[in-house]
């Protein structure tokens, strides 16, 4: 049925029409009778990166939505263009395909669908305030405790289809490192842009000079890790693990949000890059090694099989840094979450980089 709902792309289409059409499309049979909106965030306030937002609460219809949420909110398409149509239909594919079946801290969805003709999208969720839940950035501290509970988040994940057969059947349709419309943008098409960034934002001309290569060596390197990694152990992967796109909850557990970038990968893609963006420059220096011992600890706790050494895997940690660095900050332009946040994960993850001797390590597989 996708395609019969037009998406709104602000706040003023979310109505309650709009919204039963949708929980209808989705198989769920709640009525709204009535909306009130909260919030409307659409791209350019420092608060949207790849998708809008609203924030709303809803009014069921008696002897309906019963223990549902009242408080919603329904991720739509930016605005301004269609470039990011491909992390729109991935994300509503985790969620209408996967998302149910994974014993993971995640957001619940009430329904979501893509149109491939407007290449809009509509993703609707729980308001996650309601049950409490702090969304950290990299300008607070980070325990290591959570580091290590958000590390068990990602072995559930990962340990869920470790090197599963299902790769090459049901779930051939998972985009992996190198092909599929999302990895396409994200190391083909975004490369001219990404190129634009280091050449304009004179901080990342600085911290790029540090790396010592250019951009297109940056670009090169990144396809040969992935190359590399996907001869190596496969997991089901968020795939964008920066600190930003996670949650606590009051009770200490921690959840996963934005999955637009989620696919079939090595687990260090993840593993790493929460690592290298949750914890400062010394106390990522202090625990990685300990941090990634207790990752592979977890991974065998919840089912992995043949669980990688150490030894094995400390190397691809070190190597899926290059992708840390160049696409996972390198495309972000400071609009997207404001000067502060932006510079601090760029400090991190090319300090990183330059600690790990990540450029010798992806240049032996390039």
Not at 121 to 136: I, K, Q, V
Request: hydrophobic share 40%; glycine share 8%; proline share 4%.
């Amino acid at each position: 049925m996708s395609g019969v709902l037009a998406h709104p792309v602000d706040g003023a289409g979310v109505t309650a029409d709009y919204l039963n059409r949708l929980l209808e499309m989705s198989g769920r049979d709640p009525r709204v009778t009535s909306v009130k909106i909260e919030e409307s965030h659409t791209y350019g306030e420092q608060m949207v990166s790849t998708a809008a937002r609203v924030l709303f609460e809803v009014t069921y219809a008696p002897g309906t939505g019963s223990g549902l949420p009242t408080r919603l909110m329904l991720k739509i398409a930016r605005t301004d263009d269609d470039i990011m149509a491909p992390f729109y239909a991935n994300e509503v594919a985790f969620y209408g395909r996967l998302r149910d079946g994974l014993s993971i801290e995640a957001p619940l969805s009430l329904g979501g669908d893509y149109d491939a003709g407007s290449r809009h999208f509509a993703l609707l969720l729980e308001n996650l305030t309601e049950r409490g839940a702090h969304f950290p950035n990299v300008l607070e501290d980070v325990p290591v405790e959570r580091v290590r509970a958000l590390l068990g988040s990602l072995a559930k994940l990962h340990a869920s289809h470790w090197n599963s057969p299902e790769f090459s059947g049901s779930l051939a349709w998972l985009s992996n490192a190198l092909e599929g419309d999302v990895p396409t943008l994200l190391n083909d098409a975004s490369a001219p842009y990404i190129q634009h960034e280091i050449d304009t934002q004179k901080f990342k001309t600085e911290l790029v000079g540090m790396i010592g290569w250019t951009g297109d060596e940056l670009r090169a390197g990144t396809k040969a890790m992935h190359r590399h990694q996907m001869g190596l152990d496969q997991c089901l992967v968020h795939g964008d693990t920066h600190l930003g796109n996670t949650y606590f909850l009051p009770d200490g557990s921690c959840g996963l949000l934005d999955w637009q970038l989620m696919g079939r990968g090595h687990p260090m893609h993840d593993v790493s890059y929460i690592i290298s963006t949750a914890l400062t420059i010394a106390e990522r220096r202090e625990h990685e090694q300990d941090l990634l011992r207790h990752y592979l600890d977890l991974l065998a706790s919840a089912g992995a099989a043949a669980v990688p050494s150490f030894d094995s895997v400390w190397d691809e940690y070190r190597r899926s840094m290059v992708w840390n660095v160049y696409v996972g900050w390198l495309t972000t332009p400071v609009v997207n979450y404001g000067w502060e946040i932006n510079v601090m994960n760029h400090i991190r993850l090319v300090t990183a980089f330059n600690d790990l001797e990540t450029a010798r390590l992806v240049r032996d597989v390039m």
